[in-house]
């Protein structure tokens, strides 16, 4: 029951969430609004999908090391020094989706940006532009 809710609403967001795309694009970045409150400001990751909606392949890799957040309006790109696992295919295909998570103590995001309250997320690629997601992080208690 738990999966065909999850499945629910993963279609939800997919048919109600505005997606960003550059008009000569190919490539929509959706991120996921399952969960948008957080205790911490270290443990933040969200889920995502990568969509090709073009006629081409494109490089599965090159897309998680394209990717930057923008938090609060300002744009934050990977840590150069993080390791990014990947142990999928080299090519995702055209007209299919990936779903993936993203966290953002993988960028390079100063820990007072980052303080209790409401922030708005999104991602960025060279491409494309993801729908803004607001979170929440609760104070320390």
Partial sequence: MKTFATIILLAAVLSTTHTAQAADSSLELVLSDDHVVFTT?????????????????????KLLLGLSVVLDGKEFKRDPEQVILYNGGRW????????SH????????????LASGRH?????????ESNTQTIFIEPRK
């Fill in 120 to 128: 708005t997320v999104a991602l960025r690629d060279a491409d494309a």
């Fill in 92 to 99: 995702f295909q055209p007209k299919l989706g990936w779903v």
């Fill in 41 to 61: 400001a270290t443990n933040i990751s969200m889920a995502m999908i990568f969509r090709n909606v073009g006629e081409t392949n494109m490089e599965s890799y």
């Fill in 102 to 113: 993203i966290s953002l103590s993988e960028y390079l995001i100063p820990p007072e940006a």
